[in-house]
């Protein structure tokens, strides 16, 4: 069991730069979310995905952010045009979750998170 | 979202049990309780979680009050490892959904 995975672990960018993220979930998990920590805060939820599909996206990703799971395995999470208050942990978590009732396992796992640095 | 409270910061002494509350007065019938934990440096991880019943598990406890507005999570022997932040987290009856994080609880243990 490999955990979940996020690439890189750190990103230092310029104000104006776009920036992309990539994570890789525990490989049977269906669904895969996208948090944001700022310092003494918890994560902020901004989106999930269920296989391929964004099923819910927060008011919090404006237009600049975009996710993908093309083919319902990784995820990227693109910021265009970084600001300073994009300046952030972004943790990708992942889960297994199943119409029936024969498994009822929900956790999430979290990978070890992204820290954007936007000077 | 339902809402929980937690105090901010809590001291312990290593080897000796902790007792970590939560507050959820608007807590709905069909809300689950979970506890995650955040180590330094690391993303959360999954402690435990609850309905109505109290709960254990190789890491904790989890006691529930008999109204639900409250709960404690419970770590029989603190270890430095223990050393983290503790969310509660009010989860609706359906599976799959978001995690709404408060502020937490910043639990240090002393040697």
């Known amino acids: 069991d490999t955990g979940v995975s996020q690439d890189p672990r750190h990103k230092i960018t310029k104000r104006g730069q776009n920036v992309t993220f990539r994570c890789d979930p525990i490989?049977?998990?269906?669904?895969l979310y996208w948090y944001r920590q700022t310092l003494g805060q918890g994560p902020e939820f901004l989106t999930y995905?269920?296989?391929?599909?964004?099923?819910?996206k927060s008011r919090l990703l404006s237009d600049r952010f975009s996710a993908e799971r093309p083919k319902g395995s990784f995820s990227t999470l693109e910021i265009q045009r970084t600001e300073q208050g994009d300046s952030a942990m972004y943790l990708c978590?992942?889960?297994?979750?199943?119409?029936?009732?024969?498994?009822?396992?929900?956790?999430?796992?979290f990978g070890p998170g992204t820290r954007l640095t936007v000077l | 979202d339902a809402k929980t409270t937690q105090p901010n910061s809590m001291e312990s002494n290593e080897e000796e049990p902790v007792h970590l509350p939560c507050n959820h007065s608007?807590?709905?019938?069909?809300?689950?309780i979970h506890w995650y934990r955040q180590l330094p440096s690391q993303g959360p991880e999954y402690v435990i979680h609850?309905?109505?019943s109290n709960v254990n598990n190789r890491m904790a406890s989890l006691a529930i009050a008999e109204d639900r507005k409250s709960s404690t999570l419970i770590l029989h022997r603190a270890t430095l490892r223990d050393a983290a932040v503790y969310y509660c987290?009010?989860?609706?009856?359906?599976?799959?959904?978001?995690?709404?994080f408060g502020a937490g609880t910043i639990l240090r243990v002393k040697s």
């Open positions: 978590a992942s889960s297994l979750v199943l119409e029936s009732d024969r498994v009822r396992e929900d956790t999430q796992y």
């Open positions: 608007t807590i709905s019938g069909t809300d689950y």
């Open positions: 995905f269920q296989n391929e599909a964004q099923l819910e």
């Open positions: 490989s049977e998990h269906n669904r």
């Open positions: 987290i009010l989860r609706p009856l359906e599976y799959g959904n978001k995690l709404v």
């Open positions: 609850g309905l109505t």
